[in-house]
């Protein structure tokens, strides 16, 4: 009408940071949402200019959290520091024939070992680069996480995204093993979980299923946090009586199960080692109840290290670390997350039984990586909730009409949780540092090395069993086969059947190092006496008992010790140069010294290892 003012047409509330948290929760997220399309997406015309400059920014702030890890790790020790016995034996399976791989792998996943040859610079100890990548990769996924909660737009991806950072159990995985790819596969199965319960799809629920199945390929525990998953969203679906999305979450279960048991059976099942599984005993969970929970307890508050405060343990901090995280659980169940906020409680639960039934052991920091990572996770989406609810003043804020206020509002928020991330990182600072804690600085390298530099035709090398697998790995001459033993938990030793001067001992027992001896004499024995050689003995992880051998075994002889110097407050074995007196006795065995006295995996009675291939 004449003389009155015409009203202004409502403004569209854009479908991304305005609209924090996650549709209803019907059968249908176009009609739930509908300025979000079925993948979740903004529907066209939806601010698609401004929301795709914030996409970008998300890529790239995910991107440089993730590439920050060079920030908390020594580079310099990761690609310096020469291989402990557990990393070689890994690093092993580099110089071995493809073919031979799969048998070389029966401790790590076979897809993990295999990306090990595809690092084409770093060094010998280049292959570490493959932990440290999923070590960012997993940090660059927590920031998309804590993005998909929609919250305070970046306060709670950076929040998350310092949680994974400065992780202890993170922080102390710098070795060469598959820790770090299994946390990593957390992380992305939490953020696949968020997507789906963000915008529900076929597409999302299949690349659930299909990373839950063939995630196994790259890390061993991805079927555990993958069977937590579909049972809270199975659970959530009960709740909200969405038949329809039960039905599609029954259907890709059982996609994730067949493709899983192919590569079980394929894959997994030729690797499963008994030796393995009779050195991780003590971590399987007791059957009667009593002791079962002296178990669990036990075993929880030596992992309190772990969960959020680096080397910090006791009633104080568990408290902490239990209280922020269940506000993080809570803050999940206000948001209508409820598969997410039963995640890391079902992933326990899943892990306890796994135990119980002996698949897979509990309560080691190293194995419980997978999980433990998720606690400061859900700590710090606990600690955005209440940013975000002291900021806008509710935990679903509507739109606010001023725009300086919104600004200072985002302000506030964005200097919290600097605040936070800096109080974090003061707190673990102490693990700040691979060299201190991650790598195992006892290894042979520096008696390979001067062993190499001081060889002369006539020698021999007797490499002890804890040597053989750096010694493979360092030395110029490669083995040449890997024989099957039951002795290691690896479940295989390196030989040189076409290198008779090289002598690497199968076993840690008296009988194997006076046999060892031996044949190294044997093989002087043989040559010219002006030209006779010596015998190099490389020796690493001695203890006491199998010091006594081989100290028995090298009597009659003239024996020089080469000594080192120290590295890291520790003293590495010394090198051992041996001139026998050909044609001598053999010394008398030492009276009760047996391996089984100081080795449980190992039977005397154990046959003579046949060998598993040849290059």
Sequence with gaps: MPGLPLSRPARARPSGPASPWPPPGGDNPARDNPARGESGRPAPGAAAPRVAILAAADSCLAALAGVSVIFVTDMHVLLGQPYWLDEAWVADSVRAPLSLVPRLASSTPLGWVLLLRLVPFGGPERQRLVPLAFYALA?????????????????????????????????????????????????????????????????????????????????????????????????????????????????????????????YVVVLRPQINPGLNSYWDPWYLPGNSPNALAFLHTRLAQLTPYLAIAGRSGAGTD????????????????????????????????????????????????????????????????????????????????????????????????????????????????????????????????????????????????????????????YKTPPQAYTATTVTANGFSPA????????????????????????????????????????????????????????????????????FRRFQARVPESLLLFRPAVHAAAPAALWGSSADRWQRMLSLATPWPAAVGTA
Excluded at 207 to 233: E, K, P, R, W
Excluded at 533 to 560: F, K, P, Q, Y
Aim: aromatic share 8%; glycine share 6%; net charge positive.
């Design 139 to 263: 940090v660059a996924l927590a920031y998309l996480l804590g993005r998909e909660l929609r919250l305070t737009r970046f306060a709670t991806g950076l929040l998350t995204a310092a949680a994974v950072l400065l992780a202890p159990s993170m922080l102390a995985r710098g070795d060469l093993k598959q820790y770090t790819a299994e946390a990593c596969s957390a992380v992305l199965l939490w953020l696949l979980v968020a997507r789906l319960e963000t915008a529900w799809s076929r597409r999302r629920l299949a690349a659930l299923a299909v990373t839950v199945s063939a995630g196994c390929l790259f890390a061993s525990t991805v079927i555990f946090t993958g069977l937590a998953a579909f049972a809270c969203l199975g659970l959530a679906c009960l709740a909200r009586r969405q038949w329809r999305r039960l039905t599609e979450l029954t259907v890709a279960g059982v996609g994730a199960l067949v493709i899983f048991a192919g590569i």
């Design 319 to 474: 408290l902490v670390a239990t209280g922020v995280a269940a506000l993080g659980v809570a803050a999940l169940a206000r948001m209508g997350r409820l598969a997410l906020a039963g995640l890391l409680p079902a992933t326990l639960a899943v892990a306890v039984v796994a135990s119980a039934v002996r698949v897979y052991p509990f309560g080691d920091e190293r194995i419980s990586t997978f999980w433990l990572v998720m606690v400061p996770v859900l700590m710090a989406i606990g600690v955005a909730a209440v940013i975000h609810v002291v900021a806008f003043g509710e935990i679903a804020p509507g739109p606010t009409r001023s725009p300086g206020r919104a600004r200072a509002r985002w302000a506030a928020a964005l200097a919290a949780t600097a605040l936070a991330v800096t109080a974090l990182s003061v707190a673990n600072s102490r693990w700040v540092d691979v060299r201190s804690i991650a790598i195992n600085p006892q290894n042979p390298y520096d008696q390979i090395v001067y062993v190499e530099k001081h060889f002369r035709r006539g020698d021999v090398i007797l490499v002890n069993e804890e040597a053989t697998y750096a010694f493979a790995y360092y």
């Design 496 to 563: 040189y059947p076409n290198e008779p001067w090289i002598i690497a001992l199968t076993n840690r027992d008296q009988a194997t190092i006076a046999d060892g001896v031996a044949q190294a004499v044997d093989v002087l024995a043989a040559q010219q006496p002006a030209h006779r050689g010596r015998i190099w003995v490389i020796t690493d992880h001695l203890t006491t008992v199998e010091l006594a051998s081989w100290d028995n075994a090298l009597a009659g002889g003239r024996l020089i010790t080469i000594r």
